[in-house]
């Protein structure tokens, strides 16, 4: 994909959406995932409206009262997906890197302990 292009998702602010979007489906519902993401149900709503802008198409669809991806939607969910492992593996990747060097600099560093010599 070509930096033009990513733009495109850059200037509306996706990865909100994609987290909105997410919520929604795994909950079936805009006001659950409002609740769950701690943010007004209207600013999940108009974050689903700018991702159907974004992606060019609605990504869900109402069946009663719960939300449903769309054919697209299904796509976009499996985009939500990979891009969400990515950032857990990141972060894994942190800690563990976090991890050795503490343990560096434990090893370099001795503790010394505070006896007391008669």
């Known amino acids: 994909m070509t930096r033009t292009r990513l733009r495109r998702y850059f ?3 996706f990865f909100p959406q994609m987290v909105a979007f997410e919520a929604c489906v795994r909950l079936g519902s ?3 995932a409002a609740e769950e993401l701690s943010l007004a149900q209207p600013t999940v709503s108009c974050l689903i409206r700018k991702l159907n802008d974004t992606v060019g198409e609605p990504v869900l669809h109402t069946r009663g009262r719960r939300v449903e991806p769309t054919e697209t939607g299904r796509e976009l969910l499996l985009l939500c997906e990979e891009v969400f492992a990515s950032f857990d593996r990141f972060d894994e ?3 563990e890197s976090a991890q050795r060097r503490e343990e560096q600099r434990e090893r370099g560093h001795p503790s010394v302990s505070l006896s007391s010599a008669s």
């Open 11 to 13: 200037r509306h602010g």
């Open 30 to 32: 805009v006001t659950r």
């Open 93 to 95: 990747r942190r800690a």
